[in-house]
């Protein structure tokens, strides 16, 4: 199966060379960058690397993420779409939960790096070539939607178009899973609509058609702080330690103070 069949289930249309959406507005532009800055051999060759995502590094917030996906995939018993899958780096970590997993993307050289990366076998994972804004799926298929380091990067009119079609394929009581920029000072430069409060959060994806059902936050300095030695040592058993300290226990902090210095949103559509 290469990587630009889509033939299975819940596909509705080949991939016929991706065509952009039409999108307006301030996001337009951002948009466009994201889509055509990862179709580079070299940025999908070194990507994991500068990002420290290869299986061999240790990295707290990549753990921190994988723990808090793995419980807010616990359940899911139908099928996941990952969309922007990049290289694969959650993919390959995730891909034991549902009923089957798809990997859409649209950068082919990210794609090439996410198929050398991902062992596959008769359940998966697939990897798709299409664009987010237009996704080749039918309505109500996928049970959960993850989308990582994607959808924050976008501003607000553009989350409005992204979230419409990722509820689209989307079922009744699906999940969707997505990271968001919060209040640390490394994402000082971000604007206000990057840097969602977990209040402005909620109400956003309520106007767009889903719950936010629970917050993880993935950035909490105590983390950071305890997994020190661990991070240094490359003993990933106590970075994961470190991480679930701030997944089960820090997380309901970022709520009630309605501030997170980043983290992942858990929604429902409604
Ligand atoms: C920062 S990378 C994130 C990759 C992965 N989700 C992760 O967490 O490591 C952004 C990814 O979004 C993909 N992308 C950008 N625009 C897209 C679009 N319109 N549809 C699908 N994928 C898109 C890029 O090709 C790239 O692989």
């Known amino acids: 199966m290469g990587v630009n069949e889509n033939n299975r289930a819940g596909a509705e249309k080949k991939d016929k060379g991706v065509k952009p959406p039409e999108t307006t507005g301030a996001s337009a532009e951002v948009i466009r960058a994201l889509r055509r800055n ?3 051999e070299v940025v999908a060759r070194t990507y994991e690397e500068e990002r420290d995502f290869r ?3 240790v990295s707290l917030h990549y753990e921190t993420e994988v723990l808090a996906l793995s419980e807010a995939l616990g359940g899911v018993r139908g099928e996941i779409l990952e969309v922007a899958v990049g290289t694969g780096r959650l993919c390959r970590r995730l891909r034991r939960f549902g ?9 082919m050289q990210m794609l090439s790096e996410a ?7 008769a359940n998966g994972p697939w990897l798709v070539r ?29 989350r409005k178009v992204i979230y419409t079609e990722l509820r689209r394929v989307l079922d009744d009581d699906g999940l969707l899973l997505f990271d968001f920029y919060g209040w640390r000072r490394r994402s000082a430069k971000k604007t206000d609509d990057e840097r969602l409060t977990v ?8 106007e767009n058609g889903f719950r936010l059902i629970k917050v993880y936050g993935t950035r909490h300095m105590v983390c950071d702080v305890v997994s020190v030695p661990f991070r240094w040592l490359k003993i990933r058993s106590g970075v994961r330690a470190a991480g679930w300290l701030g997944v089960k226990m820090l997380s309901p902090l970022d709520e009630f103070f309605d501030r997170s210095r980043g983290g992942i949103a858990v929604c ?3």
């Open 130 to 158: 299409g664009d987010a804004f237009q996704l080749p799926f039918k309505d109500n298929h996928f049970e959960a939607v993850v989308g990582f380091r994607f959808i924050k990067h976008i501003g607000p009119d553009g």
């Open 55 to 57: 299986e061999g590094d």
């Open 115 to 121: 198929k050398k990366a991902v062992c596959r076998d």
């Open 38 to 40: 990862y179709q580079d």
């Open 199 to 206: 209040g402005a959060l909620r109400s956003e994806v309520e």
């Open 268 to 270: 429902k559509k409604l």
């Open 99 to 107: 009923g089957g997993y798809t990997g859409l993307d649209v950068s």
